[in-house]
């Protein structure tokens, strides 16, 4: 049972306008939340975290948003440009039983010119 | 350069052949985990270390050895390879508690076993 769920496989989004990757969670004791991307051929990089105790984390034109009552977060990206395209994926962690992290199945970003 | 380096980046071995994929760092760090990435599976863990000599298994950790002797390498040890552990392994460090900063991630290894 995947604790950390990306539902779109994929995404399209028109340069310029406002790219919304979603993740949901089924596990009440996560406490730390992350966003990586991933480019082809490459490892994937850090974007934005955020805490259990906030409900929105902003980095330049990457926002993510915290709905724990939902279990569900999401990344903004304003606006989306065509170097955003990559695979997105959502982690989460806990502290309790070590620090595991767990990693979504990602979403695939497609930022048309 | 700050960076994580894992070798070989491709391998193409046969069942029950023994290898070892090599992850070194040069940021000091001391946490490092190791993860495969499948369609439709995303990352998964397979082990992390919090420091030299201290490692725990992670969500998928058989099959698997890991060995944290000194500080900057977590080497990837398949005793006995099967073709379900074909898969694109990735290694990656942190700072002490990887829940409050980024992983830096390898480029990849891309192991086929036949």
């Known amino acids: 049972d995947q604790q950390v769920k990306q539902n779109s496989p994929s995404l399209s989004v028109q340069e310029g306008r406002i790219s919304i990757l979603n993740c949901d969670y089924t596990?009440?004791?996560?406490?730390?939340f992350l966003w990586y991307k991933k480019y082809p051929a490459e490892g994937p990089t850090f974007l934005i975290s955020?805490?259990?105790?906030?409900d929105k984390n902003e980095d330049g034109r990457f926002t993510v948003f915290l709905n724990k009552s939902a279990k569900h977060l999401s990344l903004h990206i304003v606006p989306s440009q065509p170097g955003d395209s990559a695979v997105y994926f959502c982690?989460?962690?806990?502290?309790?039983?070590?620090?595991?992290?767990?990693f979504g199945a990602g979403t695939r970003l497609f930022v048309k010119a | 350069e700050a960076q994580v380096t894992q070798n070989p980046r491709y391998l193409i071995t046969v069942t029950g052949k023994k290898l070892t994929v090599t992850c070194s760092q040069n940021?000091?760090?001391?946490?490092m985990s190791w993860y495969r990435q499948d369609p439709g599976l995303g990352l998964r863990q397979i082990y992390y270390?919090?420091?030299?000599?201290?490692?725990d298994k992670g969500d998928v950790p058989e099959g698997y050895k890991v060995s944290r002797k000194e500080k900057r390498n977590f080497p990837l040890i398949l005793e006995s390879p099967s073709p379900n552990q074909t898969s694109l392994y990735f290694c990656?460090?942190?700072?002490?508690?990887?829940?409050?900063?980024?992983?830096?991630f390898g480029q990849g290894t891309r192991l086929t076993v036949v």
């Open positions: 990656a460090s942190s700072y002490r508690d990887p829940r409050n900063t980024e992983a830096f």
């Open positions: 596990n009440s004791m996560f406490d730390y």
């Open positions: 955020i805490s259990s105790i906030k």
């Open positions: 982690a989460a962690s806990e502290r309790t039983g070590g620090f595991k992290t767990i």
């Open positions: 940021m000091n760090h001391e946490y």
């Open positions: 270390s919090m420091n030299v000599e201290v490692t």
